[in-house]
């Protein structure tokens, strides 16, 4: 039983890392072409379908390793804990990103959503009540929190599917 835990955290960290570190060279291109206040919605897409790369195989490898068997738990367990790493080390880039690499980010993003707010026909009262409220939101601690919050849900979501598709016992 201490094997299946240590491989457990083993598989957790290495997919969580590798995931994490994914996830920083997508913004990476997302930043090196300009996007990055911007992206399409086709960049949200192929971080999602990352994730569920990532977690899936993690999960696998969990199965692998444990003799084929792999329980509902174990699947939440090995899926959420991935994402809870990569969500990190996301958080750490993003860290890095807002306060050295970019440090007028939030700023540069509460413009970016002052002219989309414009774009759509809001109201000048209506404008500054959906940015006063955007500002209260935004900042590096916000932004990390809701970094991890985000990645954990979808790693549990990512899991609870897999887990049920991959689920495999003694009584199977």
């Known amino acids: 039983m201490e094997t299946q835990n240590t491989s457990s955290k083993q598989i957790m960290l290495n997919y969580g890392i590798m995931l ?41 490898k969990f199965k692998e390793f444990n003799g084929g068997f792999l329980s509902l738990g174990e699947a939440l367990k090995t899926g959420v804990g991935i994402a809870l790493i990569a969500g990190i080390v996301g958080v750490v880039y993003t860290l890095i990103f807002t306060n050295f690499i970019e440090p007028d980010y939030f700023a540069k993003m509460l413009e970016v959503q002052e002219q989309q707010l414009i774009d759509y026909g809001m109201s000048d009262e209506q404008i500054e009540n959906q940015l006063s409220m955007t500002e209260k939101m935004s900042g590096p601690t916000m932004a990390a929190g809701m970094s991890i919050i985000g990645s954990i849900f979808l790693g549990f979501i990512i899991s609870l599917i897999g887990g049920l598709v991959m689920k495999h016992s003694d009584e199977d």
């Open 20 to 60: 994490g570190i994914t996830s920083i060279l997508l913004n990476v291109i997302m930043y090196a072409l300009g996007m990055t206040y911007a992206p399409h919605w086709s960049v949200g897409l192929l971080g999602i379908a990352i994730m569920i790369g990532f977690i899936i195989m993690g999960i696998k």
